[in-house]
């Protein structure tokens, strides 16, 4: 029944590896997103996908690419790891009105990424 | 950058007293929400205002926003232990591809 579902919780890898993070929402929202919070909890966008269409592209090293296979997934590989990765990572959707106005985010429980 | 501001930034309170946040933002905005994260888990939303509302209340919370002052408060009232969290203001700006933006967060801790 969860609504926003990411997996893996923990991630612990070691720097120049490759790994993905899985997001599925169940609620039939249009749009996707991914945050990372750092250490002092600031939560930053990195990227949205409405309708499977990359509509945020924060500054984000192309280390990081998003792939939406469908409206309902979206998730988020990371090439050649490093330290600084070390963050949690949020996935979020939303139901996007035709003025673009987003209404209250819906939340995944994170994965925390620890690069050693 | 970052658009809202909280503050304080830390808080505590005995349970059964009020905890008001305020956060200011910088630039016009389309609405205003306010979510919570409890210590190792994901962001629930609580509650939405809109640039052209004043005021919102659900439940115990009441949220204001005064589009002059580029402000909004959060006002928990009857506070309990379970309060106990970090609450984050976040903006959606006028025609920007509805991208939440939040603030640093205000950590609230409820004595019980």
């Known amino acids: 029944d969860t609504a926003v579902s990411q997996t893996p919780k923990y991630l612990v890898t070691q720097m120049g590896n490759d790994k993905s993070i899985k997001c599925e929402q169940n609620l039939g929202h249009d749009t996707m997103y991914w945050y990372k919070q750092d250490s002092k909890k600031f939560l930053k966008i990195m990227f949205s996908?409405?309708?499977?269409?990359?509509?945020i592209n924060e500054t984000v090293p192309n280390r990081f690419s998003p792939k939406s296979p469908d409206k309902a997934h979206l998730n988020l590989h990371i090439n050649s790891l490093e330290l600084g990765d070390s963050a949690v990572y949020f996935c979020a959707s939303s139901q996007v009105r035709s003025t673009g106005t987003g209404l209250g985010y819906t939340f995944g429980s994170g994965t925390r990424l620890t690069v050693v | 950058s970052q658009q809202g501001e909280e503050d304080p930034q830390a808080l505590s309170i005995q349970e059964g007293e009020n905890a008001t946040m305020n956060c200011s933002y910088k630039?016009?905005?389309?609405?205003l929400q306010w979510y919570r994260q409890n210590s190792g888990r994901g962001l629930v939303h609580l509650i939405l205002i809109r640039s052209n509302e004043r005021e919102k209340h659900s439940g115990r919370l009441r949220v204001t926003l005064d589009t002059s002052k580029k402000s909004s408060s959060l006002l928990i009232t009857a506070s309990r232990a379970a309060d106990t969290a970090s609450y984050f203001c976040?903006?959606?700006?006028?025609?920007?591809?509805?991208?939440?933006?939040f603030g640093k967060g205000i950590t609230l801790s409820v004595r019980p």
């Open positions: 996908y409405n309708n499977k269409e990359l509509i």
């Open positions: 630039t016009s905005i389309n609405n």
């Open positions: 976040a903006t959606t700006l006028t025609g920007a591809n509805s991208k939440l933006t």
